[in-house]
């Protein structure tokens, strides 16, 4: 019997068993829709996290190239300016050596644009980060360092800088969600507050005084550059194979060994070459402020892609590839050598 | 409204936009001047260039304040710059430039102690 009573309550008990199951399988039924629904949602925020960042790492260290004076740039100054001096008798002349020194301080506003781009970098990265694992305290650090460089720009380009509290605070964890739920909350909180420093810094570079006070110094460094190509032309002291090269491309013209003869005995070749030249350098210059220009539009087309993140809707990276691209042609044209 | 209102102040960049463009207009006429004679000595016309290169350098580099006198000194400077931009094709003296490049490099100076 108490087999059988055990057997009865047993078949009870799979009764109540056979019940809750029923239960817990409508209640899935019934929230599977939202479960899948939240899934997806969760997945979008995931991807379009992932996408975001690399589309704002990508920018930031293409415009991070296209900002300071290299090395190799000031070293190339550095001998056109001796170049120059000696040429005009003016040796230890001690205008030149204002100039350069003078150089060296303005570079130092350059490298902290220079140094936000490069917190815009990692801060970009760090989202990524937060879209493949829990990466919560290295985003905090990121957006911490980005939060001082902002206003280390600001002070350096004299501009107040309203930044909120709360995009310093760094993304909350919050621990009672799912994996996927937790890592989308923390990716929308971080493109929030890249966001908002991204904003700052779009109003401050939109200034037209931001705009020659971080791209004169380009202008006038490739000017003394330039000068000095120019006197070894004007001298005749170069070959003009590279131009005549360049120029009888279309036709694969190569010139001949004795070029460089005729075309200083030919006034009129010798002026052609000489505007070519002429082209080539303003070309280089007006190249400075295309990338400042390129620069700020590739922050700007930036944002719609936090707020299609913060939407949930799709992102759309073709604007910002297509600048990214741009300016990567424009740096190409800065390391391209003075003709 | 008065006539003896003071003409509007120009701010830093304003002014720092005005020693920039005398500096290229400084480097326009050493360049022109080269390529109409070429071999000819034009260190006078490089010693203001570079006057003129160290004087904007400078005042980009250094804190920018205000001062009640800049105004006039650079309407001067940017009327001295445009004067050697509109006469760039036209001059091929050397002594001529040297003397334009020097008043230009004078009234920069002025502008510059904008800078203190």
Redesign the interface.
């Given at each position: 019997m108490t087999t059988f009573f055990g057997s009865i309550k047993q078949v009870g008990g799979w009764k109540h068993c056979g019940l809750r199951f029923k239960f817990f399988a409508l209640a899935f039924l019934l929230l599977l829709p939202v479960l899948s629904f939240t899934g997806c949602a969760t997945n979008t925020t995931l991807a379009g996290g992932a996408n975001l960042a690399k589309a704002g790492q990508s920018a930031a260290t293409q415009m991070q190239q296209n900002v300071t004076l290299s090395a190799n740039t000031i070293l190339t100054l550095r001998k056109a300016v001796a170049f120059?001096d000696g040429y005009?008798?003016?040796v230890g002349?001690?205008?030149?050596q204002?100039?350069l020194a003078?150089?060296s301080?303005?570079q130092g506003n350059l490298k902290k644009y220079a140094s936000w781009l490069q917190s815009l970098s990692s801060s970009y990265a760090a989202l990524g980060d937060l879209a493949n694992y829990d990466a919560a305290g290295n985003f905090n650090s990121s957006i911490a360092s980005l939060a001082g460089d902002t206003t280390n720009l600001a002070a350096a380009l004299?501009r107040p800088v309203a930044v909120p509290p709360d995009a310093t605070a760094g993304v909350k964890v919050i621990g009672d969600l799912l994996i996927g739920s937790r890592q989308a909350h923390e990716i929308k909180q971080g493109s929030e507050h890249i966001e908002s420093f991204l904003t700052n810094v779009i109003s401050m570079l939109e200034a037209?005084?931001t705009k020659?006070?971080l791209t004169?110094?380009q202008?006038?460094v490739s000017?003394?550059i330039d000068?000095a190509a120019?006197?070894l032309f004007?001298?005749?002291m170069s070959t003009y194979s590279t131009l005549l090269d360049d120029i009888g491309a279309p036709l694969n013209l190569k010139t001949t060994s004795n070029a460089d003869e005729v075309v200083k005995a030919n006034k009129q070749i010798l002026a052609g070459l000489?505007n070519v030249a002429n082209e080539s350098f303003a070309e280089q210059i007006s190249a400075q402020g295309d990338a400042y220009d390129q620069s700020l539009s590739a922050l700007k087309a930036l944002i719609p892609l936090h707020e299609s993140l913060r939407n949930g809707a799709p992102l759309n990276l073709s604007s910002v590839t297509t600048i990214i691209n741009q300016l990567q042609t424009t740096a190409a044209m800065f390391s391209a050598p003075t003709k | 409204m008065s006539d003896n209102q003071p003409a509007a102040q120009p701010?830093a960049?304003d002014v720092?936009?005005s020693l920039?463009s005398a500096?290229?207009a400084a480097?326009q006429v050493?360049?022109v001047a080269?390529?109409a004679n070429?071999?000819a000595?034009?260190?006078q016309l490089?010693?203001a260039e570079?006057?003129a290169?160290?004087l904007?350098?400078?005042a980009?580099?250094k804190a920018?304040n205000n001062d009640n006198a800049i105004a006039a000194a650079q309407s001067n400077l940017d009327a001295a710059t445009q004067a050697i931009r509109n006469a760039l094709s036209t001059i091929k003296d050397i002594s001529t430039w040297a003397t334009l490049a020097n008043n230009l490099v004078q009234l920069a100076t002025t502008v510059a102690k904008f800078f203190p």
């Open positions: 120059n005009n008798g003016a002349n001690a205008n030149s204002q100039f003078n150089v301080g303005i004299g037209p005084a020659q006070q004169t110094i202008k006038e000017g003394q000068q120019q006197v004007d001298n005749g000489k | 701010n960049n720092l936009a920039a500096a290229d480097r050493y360049l080269l390529a070429p071999g000595d034009l260190s490089y010693v570079m006057k290169l160290a904007w350098s400078d980009q580099d920018l």
